[in-house]
């Protein structure tokens, strides 16, 4: 699965009975055409520590497409958080398997069904409950703003309802893989 993190949108998913750098370096040209994402773009693929994608056919894929590497560190779960958020949510999805896929057609079908759910009907909570597509299409500003709109009209009809201010509806702007950590001060 490729996953746009300032969108949280799928951008593209395939399932192989193995993996290799071969089927990564062709799932990530497609992904760039379909996505229209051109060298001149500066994109940063951040990915785990995995064959495939630590492969020399992969790297040479992405430096031929103009996209930058980026890997989490090993053993750190939370250095992709974004990818941890999006497969606890597949796993926990009501319709997730209880027992094994019979074949490789029936997780194809369910992964598929998956990513339409998650792209057009998920409100995800990270980008101010509207869907990945309403984030990655342009959507997502004015559905917010009408959000903020109709709290700032319940609050003033109805004051003595609110303890504090309003929620926030306004979209995120900047969205990051492994925030800096602040600066200690050191005493000299």
Request: aromatic residues 10%.
């Amino acid at each position: 699965m490729v996953l746009d993190v300032w969108s949280r949108r799928i951008l593209g998913v395939e399932v192989h009975e193995r993996e290799c750098g071969e089927l990564a370096k062709h799932f990530f040209d497609r992904i760039c055409r379909d996505e229209g994402i051109s060298s001149g773009a500066s994109t940063i693929l951040h990915a785990d520590n995995g064959a495939p994608m630590r492969s020399y056919t992969l790297a040479a894929k992405l430096a031929e497409l103009g996209i930058e590497m980026s890997f989490s560190r090993p053993r750190v779960s939370n250095d992709n958080a974004y990818a941890e958020s999006l497969f606890r949510t597949l796993k926990y999805h009501q319709s997730y398997p209880h027992r094994r896929f019979r074949d490789l057609l029936s997780v194809r079908t369910w992964v598929d069904g998956f990513v339409e759910w998650y792209n057009t009907e998920h409100r995800h909570s990270g980008i101010k409950y509207v869907t990945p597509n309403q984030r990655h299409y342009g959507e997502a500003d004015s559905i917010c703003s009408i959000r903020q709109q109709t709290y700032e009209q319940a609050r003033q009809q109805h004051p003595r309802r609110w303890a504090r201010s309003t929620r926030d509806w306004s979209q995120p702007k900047v969205v990051r893989v492994n925030h800096p950590r602040q600066q200690e001060a050191v005493a000299v």
